[in-house]
């Protein structure tokens, strides 16, 4: 079924104050193993969802944290599909920098699939009622929609230690203000999707070494790389979880050729 059609019966459904259906995931990547794990939806886990991802039609039962549970490891392992090649290269990291992690599934993910339980995860995110997103326009210092709260229960759920969450409303939303350098650092539908990364981008190559890999989803509708040319970086496409058939950009940079190998 064409991807306009899924997005049409989805439409439909919503309307119809319907929940979602595991038709509406891609097959393959939500057939993977399920690294990051849900637990039941909650009040709280439903507000802190419904929060950062408007888009999700989530109910207070077990079809719905099976659903949430399959889209957000299928996200990881596209993501992950594209980024091996580097972080192989990279090899084991000495510091991570997650930049709005959300939830927390990328930051369980990379912990369990690359076996860095004991390397120190930094998290970088804020808590708010609202949002400012901008796609190619300025960036707020008061724009924030995580729920921290629940960001670290989640990941206390999934037995994940060893990280350190950073606010930051308090670093002006600067990342300056953090600890780096890191050697892998990522942010998956934030930096360089709902805020464009030319506004990121010195304070990023600020908390790189030369070896450090940089992994950031880009909104389709980006077409402007003028601005890394300087830049080593590669454009690559990776296939998404939700919804089925959707398929994203994700830039790969680092301050070294080297860093990225073959192009």
């Known amino acids: 079924m064409s991807q306009i059609a899924n997005h049409l019966k989805s439409q439909v459904r919503k309307k119809l104050g319907l929940g979602h259906r595991l038709s509406e995931l891609d097959p393959r990547l939500s057939a993977m193993e399920p690294l990051f794990r849900s637990p039941p939806m909650t009040p709280e886990l439903l507000a802190a969802i419904k929060l950062i991802s408007p888009?999700?039609?989530?109910?207070?039962?077990?079809?719905?944290?099976?659903?949430?549970?399959?889209?957000?490891?299928?996200?990881?392992?596209g993501e992950y599909e594209k980024l091996?090649?580097?972080?192989?290269?990279?090899?084991?990291?000495?510091?991570?920098?997650?930049?709005?992690p959300g939830l927390g599934r990328s930051?369980?993910?990379?912990?369990?699939?690359?076996?860095?339980?004991?390397?120190?995860?930094?998290l970088f995110e804020g808590s708010g009622t609202a949002t400012r997103y901008t796609r190619a326009g300025p960036r707020f210092e008061d724009s924030f929609c995580g729920t921290p709260e629940v960001l670290m229960s989640l990941l206390e759920y999934n037995g994940i230690r060893n990280c350190e969450l950073y606010d930051a409303t308090r670093l002006g939303a600067r990342l300056a203000g953090l600890p780096g350098p890191y050697d892998f650092i990522y942010s998956f539908f934030a930096i360089g999707f709902h805020w464009s990364i030319e506004h990121f981008l010195d304070e990023l190559l600020g908390l790189m070494r030369d070896r450090s890999i940089g992994a950031f989803t880009l909104h389709n509708r980006f077409r402007?790389?003028?601005?890394?040319?300087?830049?080593?970086?590669?454009?690559?496409?990776?296939?998404g979880s939700y919804p089925r058939g959707k398929?994203?950009?994700?830039?790969?940079?680092?301050?070294?050729?080297?860093?990225?190998g073959p192009a």
């Open 247 to 260: 398929s994203w950009r994700m830039l790969v940079m680092a301050k070294s050729e080297s860093a990225l």
């Open 55 to 77: 888009q999700f039609r989530l109910r207070p039962d077990e079809v719905s944290r099976i659903f949430w549970e399959k889209n957000q490891n299928g996200a990881c392992w």
């Open 84 to 100: 091996k090649p580097y972080l192989d290269r990279l090899g084991t990291p000495e510091k991570v920098l997650d930049i709005g």
């Open 107 to 122: 930051a369980v993910f990379f912990k369990k699939v690359r076996g860095w339980d004991a390397v120190p995860l930094h």
């Open 224 to 239: 402007d790389l003028s601005l890394l040319r300087q830049v080593p970086h590669r454009v690559v496409h990776f296939d």
